[in-house]
């Protein structure tokens, strides 16, 4: 079983829609949670950084953690042509590496 | 352009060769790390540096694979003998010692025949 656990899509919305993209991992000591965004060809880049459980929300983007549920989610109001790319949820423990545990990565395309 | 750069961004080689790709990170970020992403996963962790010093491998760091910063500033990772397995897209990421971003680079495209 892998640690972090992620539904690879791919999620088709309409343009505006709501979009939920969600995580579930299994190793208590995880910490720090964080969203990247990665376009076809490209790095991933960071969206959301989250630290324990809780909302934070950032423009049209709002990550959950519920650590007692080990799950994780992004929200995505208002969605955009634009926002068509894989999603990654990564996360990791306290540890003084700072390595990053990823999910899969699930694919988004929204439709105009 | 102050980002990550990495070089090549595609290499096609064939099996049982050695090919070195190389990270330039964001300057004077003192940690860097490289990530191997195959198709339809996540990036999974290979190796870290804290300057020059190379603190952790994985496990899936094979013997075939090295990886170098020599002067604390850019990063080379070669692989010897390479196989159809290796083929993947492997990422160099960056960050300053006193923030948790991750900066990545926009990845080495490895095609190995």
């Known amino acids: 079983q892998k640690e972090v656990e992620q539904d690879p899509g791919p999620l088709s919305v309409p343009e505006g829609a709501i979009v939920s993209l969600n995580c579930t991992y299994s190793n208590s000591a995880f910490q720090y949670f964080m969203w990247y965004r990665q376009y076809s060809r490209k790095g991933p880049e960071l969206l959301m950084y989250?630290?324990?459980?809780g909302n934070k929300e950032d423009g049209r983007f709002t990550a959950q953690v519920d650590k007692s549920s080990k799950y994780i989610s992004l929200f995505i109001r208002d969605s955009q042509p634009s926002d068509s790319a894989t999603y990654l949820c990564a996360m990791r423990t306290g540890g003084a590496t700072n390595k990053l545990i990823f999910g899969t990565g699930t694919l988004l395309a929204v439709q105009p | 352009d102050t980002g990550v750069s990495q070089d090549p961004r595609h290499k096609i080689t064939k099996r049982g060769q050695n090919v070195t790709f190389r990270c330039d990170p964001i300057s004077e970020h003192n940690r860097l790390y490289w990530y191997r992403q195959t198709l339809g996963q996540g990036p999974e962790f290979l190796t870290y540096f804290q300057n020059e010093a190379q603190l952790e491998k994985s496990r899936l760091l094979s013997d075939r694979f090295s990886a170098e910063r020599p002067k604390g500033s850019f990063s080379t990772l070669e692989i010897q003998r390479t196989e159809q397995g290796d083929s993947a897209m492997y990422l160099c990421a960056s960050k300053p010692g006193f923030t948790d971003t991750q900066y990545f680079g926009p990845g080495t495209r490895l095609t190995v025949l």
């Open positions: 989250t630290y324990s459980s």
